[in-house]
Structure formats: structure tokens, C-alpha cells
């Protein structure tokens, strides 16, 4: 059973230029989420998607940043017109389905990370 | 939303030492991990505890929910175990990560 996959390990983009960052969530979950590391900080939470659906975008950045999650395929994080503030890692997690109406009881899974450089 | 701290910031350790990481949180929370993200910026799942003791080799976890801390206990410590570790709090649509303790284990 593979594992988080997200790909690429390292991307690197010239200001103004797009970055497209793809995770693929274990077989069988069906939530992802986005974070964010900067060099010598905690991961802060970006947003949570289910299939076809953004559940929570409240860490996203109100410009530049989306994120889409489709039915078949892996969820994307997308950011337009990159500046240097953008270099950081994106991580991707997911989790199996969550009982109805509740969030607990979820587990977290992590990818390998991608690596953002933006010269 | 909610805060979660750790502590220490830093630790040094000469290998076979024991050592003690704290987490706590500022709230209520569904569930909590413990993750650690060796030099290479991987991130490996420790223990899901959100209540209880749990134990997987030389590592332990405690959390306290009533009390809104959980601890992380690593024995006889080795050069391996360096890197940083992270307490994640489910609280609400989102998990929400301490700023980590940064272990180095020196032979």
C-alpha cells in the first residue's frame, strides 16, 4: 500500500512564473490536506479538500493560491505569479473518511514534501 | 484558534541519554500525534494518542486530555533520533502543529 506521493521533490521557479504541486493520497483516504513549512517553523495548515470539494481554505493566501482536489486524480496546489515569500516546503496529508458529522478519530499521513525554490 | 507549545525548543542529548518533550494545548482536542521530521524534512508518524499511554520500542507517549498536555519519552537515545519532533492537535476542521522540539543526539 503506497504511501503519500507527492511530486515534485524539488521545484524550482523564476518569479512571476507558476508552481503546480501534486499529491496523491493513499489508497483509500479520501481527505487532503495542505501545509506549509517554512525554514526553522512548525507546518501551518493551508486547506482541506475532499473529493470535488474545498472543506476548509482559512490557511490559504487570499491571492495566487488555489487548490482542487478532483474526482479522478491527484489534488493540486497551485500557485500563480511566485514570489520569493513562496519558497517553503508543501507538504501533502491525508486521511481515511471521517465519521459523519464528526472530524475526530483521523489519522494523519504525510508525503515526502516539495521543496519550493523561487529565484 | 487554538495554541499548541512544546518544550524544549532545543535539546542536546549524548546518545543513551533519556529525554522528556512536552505538548501543550490550549483547548479540547479530538485526537493528537506525535510526527517526527528527520534531516531529510520527512515526516513519520510516531504515535495517534489522544488519551492514554502508548509504547513502541524505546519511544513513549502520554497525553492528558483533561489536563490539555501530552508527552513524548525517548530512552536510551540514539544518533538516529535526531531531527524534530512535532505535536499536531486536531481541533476543529484542522490539525494544528506545535513549533517543535529540535533534537540533536551527539555519539
Known amino acids: 500500500n503506497a504511501g503519500v506521493m507527492q511530486n515534485p521533490r524539488h521545484l524550482v521557479r523564476r518569479r512571476g512564473q507558476e508552481a503546480r504541486l501534486r499529491c496523491s493520497p493513499m489508497?483509500?483516504?479520501?481527505?487532503v490536506y495542505w501545509y506549509r513549512q517554512l525554514p526553522e517553523e512548525g507546518l501551518k495548515f493551508m486547506v482541506y479538500?475532499?473529493?470535488?470539494?474545498?472543506?476548509?481554505e482559512s490557511g490559504m493566501p487570499k491571492e495566487r493560491f488555489s487548490a482542487e482536489f478532483p474526482k479522478e486524480g491527484p489534488s493540486i496546489l497551485r500557485i500563480q505569479q511566485v514570489v520569493r515569500g513562496d519558497s517553503a516546503a508543501y507538504f501533502c496529508a491525508s486521511s481515511p473518511t471521517a465519521q459523519a458529522g464528526t472530524f475526530g478519530n483521523e489519522k494523519l499521513f504525510f508525503g515526502s514534501g516539495t521543496q519550493l525554490s523561487v529565484l | 484558534g487554538i495554541q499548541v507549545e512544546q518544550s524544549p525548543p532545543d535539546l542536546i542529548l549524548q546518545e543513551g541519554a533519556n529525554s522528556t518533550l512536552r505538548c501543550n494545548f490550549s483547548?479540547?482536542?479530538?485526537?493528537l500525534q506525535w510526527f517526527h521530521q528527520n534531516p531529510w524534512g520527512q515526516l513519520i508518524n510516531l504515535f495517534y494518542?489522544?488519551?492514554g499511554t502508548k509504547q513502541n520500542g524505546r519511544l513513549s507517549a502520554t497525553t492528558v486530555a483533561t489536563e490539555r498536555y501530552s508527552l513524548l519519552y525517548i530512552s536510551s537515545s540514539q544518533t538516529t533520533d535526531s531531527g524534530v519532533y512535532f505535536c499536531a492537535v486536531d481541533h476543529g476542521n484542522q490539525f494544528y502543529f506545535g513549533t517543535g522540539t529540535s533534537l540533536t543526539v551527539i555519539p
Open positions: 489508497k483509500g483516504h479520501s481527505h
Open positions: 494518542i489522544p488519551s
Open positions: 479538500l475532499q473529493k470535488e470539494n474545498i472543506i476548509d
Open positions: 483547548d479540547s482536542v479530538n485526537n
